[in-house]
């Protein structure tokens, strides 16, 4: 028998190889991809929807909270209910602007999303289903223009599942967590002065920031102010704050008076109170 040389022996062996890799990419390419992710491009939030509008309400399922931000005629505004009665608010405040602009631009820009599970029974994987998640509902006067629920995140993806009202799928895609929220705080106009009472963010950051919103009752005569301060924006709409010690914080009790008599009925519907600390109190004095 004729003996193969070394060379040719591995020459041989790397051609076999070849092959028979060759082979089994050949055998994968074939087989049906029907475990693969699904990706496409798309929107979480309908553009059409968008000048439509009015209201956007989210609720953390598991907890039963729920927090509404509302248009009226002229500005934006946060309300939390009565968990006993959903027609009584509790709390209206001021909306942020800048955050409420960026969820929706989140929502309405194109993303990849991609398909996790088509079966009702892996729901709760994700952290969806009837007592669990995040609801996002958007509403034109009062009826459901979109009703979303998001999961839990995937902090390593840094992706979250959301499926459709009456929908099975359920998809994932990059969307801040940070805003599916019911922290009232969070949803707060962070100015002492409010943009909508400004109509400047320049100006209302120079009137410093407000603390953590709280309840605070000043109706009693036990809870009636210490001090009230009062500040002019430059458009003529005036910022009042009604002023509680307590410990070393201070309660604020805000309330707005607009320059234009036509928009009072808009600056009257607030009820809200937040903290501040010494050295903010100190600077509203200057």
Not at 129 to 145: F, H, T, V
Request: glycine share 4%; with cysteine; aromatic share 12%.
């Amino acid at each position: 028998m004729k003996k193969i040389s070394t060379k040719k022996g591995i020459i041989i062996f790397y051609v076999i190889d070849f092959i028979l890799l060759a082979i089994i990419a050949g055998v994968i390419s074939l087989l049906p991809k029907k475990n693969s992710p699904k990706s496409k491009d798309s929107v979480i939030l309908n553009t059409k929807y968008l000048s439509q509008i009015d209201e956007f309400q989210i609720t953390d399922l598991s907890t039963g909270e729920s927090i509404s931000l509302k248009k009226n005629d002229i500005f934006w505004y946060g309300t939390v209910n009565e968990k006993n009665d959903i027609e009584k608010e509790k709390e209206v405040f001021p909306c942020d602007m800048e955050r409420l602009s960026l969820l929706i631009e989140e929502l309405s820009e194109i993303k990849k999303i991609t398909l996790l599970t088509s079966s009702r029974e892996f729901h709760s994987a994700y952290g969806i289903s009837s007592d669990e998640g995040i609801c996002l509902q958007a509403k034109q006067n009062g009826n459901i223009l979109t009703y979303i629920t998001f999961g839990k995140e995937d902090t390593f993806k840094q992706k979250i599942p959301f499926k459709m009202e009456n929908q099975d799928k359920i998809y994932d895609a990059a969307v801040p967590g940070t805003y599916l929220t019911t922290d009232r705080s969070f949803w707060c106009d962070p100015y002492i002065q409010p943009v909508f009472i400004t109509g400047n963010q320049e100006e209302s950051e120079r009137s410093l920031r407000r603390g953590r919103l709280t309840e605070a009752d000043f109706s009693s005569k036990e809870q009636n102010p210490d001090s009230i301060l009062r500040y002019t924006a430059e458009n003529g709409n005036m910022t009042t704050l009604y002023i509680k010690k307590q410990d070393d914080t201070y309660l604020i009790r805000p309330s707005f008076t607009a320059y234009s008599t036509e928009k009072q009925k808009y600056f009257s519907i607030f009820n809200y109170s937040y903290r501040i600390s010494q050295t903010t109190y100190n600077g509203l004095k200057k």
